[in-house]
């Protein structure tokens, strides 16, 4: 009994022992989201890769396969693949599914409507010139009521460079 | 100034005041390097593997499934009387025999009396793919892989190249998107290619039910207040991002075709609701290519515009539709070239080159039809036996050239006959990329 109350002692005490908090280190790094550049992006998007992308990005959620091959069959019939992915996108933007920002938050804060477009589409951040650039665009023009949202979405997803990974 | 350096500069300006105007948005110094003898062309590959025999030589049942009934089923295309007996080529009224009712002619002359037909060429492939890249190439097609675009310029891209045309100045109308057809309107030759692609639409799906679902409901877009923006910010974009040439997954068209070319997608659906498309009087299949082929000369007026047909095809396992099918090719292709005749501005002005791309075996397959009569497959050398014709200005009339037992023309002489017909021939020939026996059609006669 006696051996056996030791026992016990001796394992109580090295579960004990074991039993230490992680000691958590802290760096000081700020945590950051991480975005590519355009230099790499060298493979384009098949038909389908392309679409099912777009329409996550424009409504939030995946095309059914349906959908996908039907849109595939068609760009394959035209010979100017970004004409008529240009038709494509205003169709879908005839969609009262479709989510855009409004008018006025692109205009009241534009330097964030450029950089969360350049992240939607291009899974990158707009260069400093490509900033400007958008946003000098973006602020002549608004004063014309037809200058929406809709037409900066519709030039980045018609673009040479969303065609590509 | 010295009389030297006088001397040097004067002949520098007067070189360049001779060239600069030459000067083409291609890139090209000289336009045209023959006089043209013709605006426009259009060019039906007539397809599918037309046999011999069973066309151009009118022996209808005769030399194919032994019965002896010969006629002449191209009527809008051949001089020749129908057959009389054992009718299945035409339509079929309703309860009664199958294709009882022939198409009635709707050329008033027929196109071997308005131009020339060459009745014996001979085609360059037995197989599909390889006989239409050798008719849009005009070249051999050695090494050439399906599911890849053709290896040497097509006949797009010596006229855009070499004519300084436009992008909406060359279209190809394919009837499907399968066998490489898409592929067809631009080569992955280096010094050509997307850049001098055609325009591309097969119509039964651009305007089927798969793109009426996807582009009907598109949006037009106001040309200043909305488009120019959005063109303004996509160029942009583009400029930043410097695809490469290799990399272009296709044709280019600059804005304002681009538009050009949104409108006619919406106004085709528009009159495919209203009725108000040019249909043959018996369309559907390759008729109904034709129609949309016809809508895009209403709009486009293209200097080339390219059709393909392929229903005729079926004759593998149907000799009967096979006949039905090359019947109402003959319709169709005598509607389209009436068509053309009320177009204004390529009236008079358009020359209409036709040839299949390839013949069919001379022995059937054991497949029979619901007549009981054999199918037949294409591959030996009676699939290299075709015809072909052209017919319009400066196109001698009533002409027949070659026959049976004398063989003249090769496919490949289409294409150097089109780059003779608008204006290019020797830049073609000098580009050394078609078929060394390749010779203008006009050279042959």
Redesign the interface.
């Known amino acids: 009994m006696r051996i056996f109350k030791t026992l016990l002692s001796v394992l109580f005490l090295m579960l004990f022992l074991q039993c230490t908090k992680n000691k958590n280190t802290n760096y000081e790094i700020v945590e950051t989201a991480s975005y590519g550049d355009?230099l790499n992006?060298?493979k384009?998007k098949t038909n389908i890769e392309f679409h099912s992308i777009l329409s996550t990005n424009l409504f939030q959620k995946p095309s059914s396969i349906n959908e996908l091959t039907?849109?595939d069959?068609?760009i394959?019939?035209?010979?100017?693949?970004?004409?008529?992915n240009?038709?494509?996108i205003?169709?879908y933007?005839?969609s009262n599914q479709v989510i855009l920002p409004s008018r006025r938050r692109m205009i009241d804060s534009t330097e964030r409507f450029v950089e969360e477009t350049y992240i939607r589409f291009f899974i990158r951040r707009p260069t400093q010139a490509?900033k400007t650039?958008?946003i000098n665009?973006i602020n002549a023009?608004a004063s014309?009521p037809?200058?929406r949202p809709e037409?900066?979405y519709?030039?980045?997803s018609?673009?040479?460079?969303y065609?590509?990974y | 100034m010295k009389r030297r350096e006088f001397v040097k500069k004067t002949a520098a300006l007067t070189a360049g005041s001779l060239v600069i105007p030459y000067i083409l948005p291609s890139g090209s110094l000289f336009a045209q390097t023959n006089a043209p003898l013709a605006e426009h062309v259009v060019y039906v590959l007539f397809g599918g593997g037309l046999r011999q025999q069973d066309s151009i030589l009118q022996r209808y049942l005769a030399d194919s499934q032994n019965f002896n009934v010969g006629g002449n089923i191209l009527y809008n295309m051949l001089e020749g009387a129908p057959p009389t007996s054992k009718i299945a080529y035409g339509t079929t009224p309703a309860g009664q025999p199958d294709g009882i009712q022939p198409i009635p002619k709707i050329l008033s002359q027929t196109l071997q009396k308005q131009g020339t037909i060459f009745a014996e060429m001979r085609a360059i492939s037995g197989g599909h793919y390889g006989g239409l890249n050798s008719l849009i190439t005009g070249s051999r097609v050695e090494g050439q892989g399906l599911k890849v675009r053709p290896i040497n310029p097509t006949v797009f891209e010596y006229a855009r190249r070499f004519g300084g045309f436009k992008?909406t100045d060359t279209w190809?109308i394919?009837n499907t998107?399968g066998n490489s057809v898409?592929l067809l309107?631009?080569s992955k030759h280096p010094d050509f290619g997307l850049t001098y692609?055609?325009?591309?639409?097969?119509?039964n799906?651009?305007f089927g039910s798969?793109?009426y679902?996807?582009?009907?409901?598109?949006?037009i877009?106001?040309p200043q207040?909305?488009l120019e923006?959005?063109?303004?910010?996509?160029n942009?974009?583009?400029n930043?991002?410097n695809?490469k040439k290799g990399?272009m997954?296709?044709?280019?068209?600059t804005d304002a075709e681009?538009t050009q070319?949104?409108e006619f997608?919406a106004n085709t659906f528009k009159n495919q609701a209203s009725g108000q498309l040019p249909m043959p009087p018996v369309s559907g299949g390759d008729g109904t290519t034709i129609g949309y082929a016809a809508e895009v000369l209403k709009v486009f007026k293209p200097k080339l515009l390219v059709v393909n047909m392929s229903n005729i095809d079926g004759c593998h396992g149907n000799f009967t539709g096979y006949l039905q099918a090359m019947h109402r090719a003959d319709h169709a292709l005598g509607f389209l070239w009436n068509y053309i005749q009320s177009i204004p501005e390529m009236k008079d002005k358009t020359i209409m080159c036709f040839v299949p791309e390839c013949g069919r075996n001379l022995k059937h397959n054991p497949i029979i039809d619901q007549n009981d009569w054999y199918g037949y497959d294409h591959g030996d050398a009676n699939s290299l036996r075709v015809f072909g014709g052209m017919v319009g200005p400066n196109v001698q009339s009533n002409l027949m050239v070659g026959s049976e037992s004398n063989p003249i023309g090769v496919v490949t002489d289409f294409n150097l006959t089109i780059a003779e017909i608008l204006g290019y021939k020797s830049d073609v020939m000098d580009a050394g990329l078609i078929d060394g026996n390749a010779k203008s059609l006009f050279d042959r006669i």
Not at chain 1, 76 to 84: F, H
Not at chain 2, 229 to 234: A, I, L, V
């Open positions: 355009n992006k060298d384009d039907r849109t069959r068609v394959q019939s035209c010979g100017d693949k970004t004409l008529i240009e038709v494509i205003s169709n933007m005839n490509e650039w958008f665009f023009n014309n037809s200058f037409l900066v519709t030039a980045f018609a673009s040479d460079e065609m590509f | 992008a190809f394919g998107i898409p309107n631009s692609g055609g325009n591309f639409f097969a119509p799906i651009t798969d793109g679902a996807a582009l009907s409901n598109a949006k877009y106001h207040e909305e923006p959005m063109y303004k910010m996509k942009f974009l583009d930043s991002f695809i990399d997954p296709g044709i280019r068209n681009r070319i949104k997608i």
